[in-house]
């Protein structure tokens, strides 16, 4: 067992921030929350005293593509369905070489430990060689990820499709490859509904079923896309039905990323399927998509996480995607004349932490039985003044780095730097 001495911020809940003032948290050899408390446990295993640092749970990511790592900060002069046309396929395709697969993947993977991104949902491509090769550097990092072997049949270039009989069997391969103990495993991954046909979507649904796993896609991001899938799908009530006839939307644990235009009966079907949405505000705004409406949504009782969505996001830093998912939420505030309330910044927060984090377990907080995935934070150049502990964790939120980042942890295990 191991001992941390350190201000300890978290959100157990959505409503305030949980400080403690030189609290304790101890971990077992297993990673997991022991104890926490403002007082010395009796039994601390090793102490270590972090001095006047912030101790604050890691940050999850539950939507981003690891293939388009190289686009970041680039090419946001064009809505969604030209945009992947353009920049995002032609990227994509590079990925069926693994060499340089392994180039841009090992700097993705760097990225987030830089970040202090622990846990990610993420999107690889249709090659299953690169996709494993990902999964195996988040593996060797020693991060926690849901892996997406990418599905489309149709509406793209020949180097990026896969059949259905491809898309079943390798994700099925990649399943058994990481099996379900680890930190890093497989998940189902229609890219969206315009790319899968119904024999894909119907092989995916059977799948996701069959072996419980999880399911991730985009739902409701752009008018034009929605358009397009009412054409595709006439029989569908909307967007998230056309997924929910397939056994495609919280049949197993479903992120669904985006989420900008959504009718009422979506609405409700995502709330009774459990289905998680994941606010990316960056990209929503980039690519001239929409603003989600995140206290609509939690009013619903839909639960929301927050993703980067690289690369139509332009920042891996979930400190960025905080800022601006409180800033989206003000202009529905002010849209709303008052009658929408923006998010607090310990809901923010929550949501970049224990509600992402929920879609892995125990993960997020520092509650008993979690696993510790945490940051060590030194914000002494930020503060001059003597801010309060909250003021502290806000600068570092809307001012902060990843070079204020000193340790970071996952499952209780301190990462070093992963080779470039």
Not at 119 to 134: D, G
Not at 162 to 186: H, I, K, P, W
Not at 336 to 360: H, I
Not at 365 to 372: A, E
Request: glycine content about 8%; proline content about 5%; aromatic content about 10%.
């Amino acid at each position: 067992m191991r001992t941390y001495k350190a201000h300890i911020i978290d959100t157990p809940s959505p409503d305030a921030f949980r400080i403690l003032e030189n609290g304790y948290v101890s971990v077992s050899e297993e990673g997991r929350v022991v104890y926490i408390g403002s007082q010395c446990p009796v039994e601390t295993g090793e102490l270590v005293d972090l001095g006047d640092r912030l101790l604050i749970p890691a940050f999850c990511d539950l939507h981003l593509h690891a293939p388009q790592y190289r686009n970041n900060g680039l090419a946001m002069d064009l809505e969604l369905l030209p945009w992947l046309n353009k920049y995002t396929f032609p990227e994509e395709m590079k990925f069926a070489h693994v060499d340089y697969a392994r180039r841009i993947y090992s700097r993705f993977v760097h990225e987030l430990w830089m970040q202090g991104t622990m846990r990610v949902s993420v999107f690889a491509t249709v090659h299953p060689e690169a996709t494993r090769l990902l999964a195996d550097l988040l593996r060797k990092a020693g991060l926690g990820a849901y892996v997406g072997l990418v599905a489309m049949d149709r509406n793209a270039p020949d180097g990026l499709r896969n059949n259905a009989l491809q898309a079943f069997s390798e994700t099925t391969n990649l399943d058994r490859y990481l099996g379900r103990e680890g930190l890093v495993r497989a998940i189902v991954t229609p890219r969206f509904i315009p790319s899968c046909s119904e024999e894909m979507l119907t092989a995916l649904g059977r799948l996701a079923n069959e072996s419980g796993l999880p399911v991730q896609s985009h739902l409701s991001e752009n008018m034009h896309e929605i358009d397009w899938v009412h054409q595709l799908e006439p029989d569908a009530t909307c967007y998230g039905d056309a997924y929910h006839k397939y056994g495609l939307f919280g049949q197993t644990p479903t992120l669904m990323a985006h989420c900008c235009y959504t009718n009422p009966q979506e609405t409700q079907l995502m709330r009774l399927n459990n289905v998680c949405i994941v606010h990316c505000p960056t990209s929503n705004t980039n690519l001239a998509s929409g603003m989600a409406p995140i206290r609509h949504f939690l009013n619903n009782g839909i639960k929301v996480a927050l993703g980067t969505d690289i690369s139509g996001g332009h920042y891996m830093s979930m400190l960025r995607v905080i800022q601006y998912a409180i800033q989206t939420s003000k202009i529905h505030y002010a849209q709303s004349q008052g009658k929408m309330p923006f998010l607090s910044l310990a809901e923010a927060f929550y949501l970049a932490t224990k509600s992402g984090g929920s879609f892995f377990g125990k993960v997020g907080c520092f509650d008993l039985g979690y696993d510790f995935d945490a940051l060590v934070i030194d914000d002494a150049y930020l503060n001059f003044d003597h801010y309060t502990l909250p003021e502290r964790l806000e600068r570092f939120i809307y001012i902060g780095d990843d070079r204020d980042i000193r340790m970071r942890f996952c499952q209780g295990r301190l990462l070093p730097e992963p080779p470039l």
